[in-house]
């Protein structure tokens, strides 16, 4: 299943790029996104940069085809391989789990106005005979729902500036 999410910043992809290489950004949107544990690596620093973060989260109220797939909570890992300053790969698995984001990218781009547009697409695919369609329909929402308050805590982090 294709994955898409937009969101438009009032910074310029520059600033975002840094926004997203920080490690104290990473840390408050796993805790935005409340996470139950969380682990935040970054190596190196604009293109060259990568990102990593793993993290723990409840399952509570996820319907039981998704609670057969992971049980009470469930493992996530964040990789994002940066190819230039505006460009980086992205991955996201879940560790143990037949599921995984595919040709994953994220990119940066500067619009005229100052400020710039993040686009996260890839191929999610849960291979799961029968279900996993559904699956993939729902765990793409929920990805959508992180990224969603990754953008609304980037909106309050480049304006306390």
């Known amino acids: 299943m294709e994955l898409s999410h937009t969101h438009h910043y009032a910074a310029s992809a520059a600033q975002v790029q840094q926004m997203l290489t920080d490690p ?10 409340q996470a139950l544990t969380h682990d935040v690596s970054v190596s190196g620093a604009g293109a060259g940069a990568e990102v990593v973060v793993r993290q723990t989260q409840a399952m509570a109220g996820a319907p039981a085809v998704a609670t057969k797939l992971t049980g009470d909570t469930v493992a996530l890992e964040q990789r994002e391989v940066w190819r230039s300053a ?3 790969d992205l991955s996201i698995s879940l560790p143990g789990k037949p599921v995984e984001l595919r040709g994953g990218r994220l990119t ?7 400020g710039c547009e993040q686009v996260v697409s890839g191929d999610l695919r849960v291979k799961v005979p029968l279900v996993g369609g559904k699956l993939e329909s729902m765990l793409s929402d929920v990805i959508r729902a992180a990224m969603r308050r990754q953008g609304e805590v980037g909106d309050a982090w480049l304006a306390e500036g």
């Open 24 to 33: 104290a950004f990473r840390e408050r949107v796993c805790e935005r996104q």
């Open 108 to 114: 940066l781009t500067d619009r005229p106005d100052g």
């Open 86 to 88: 505006t460009t980086a």
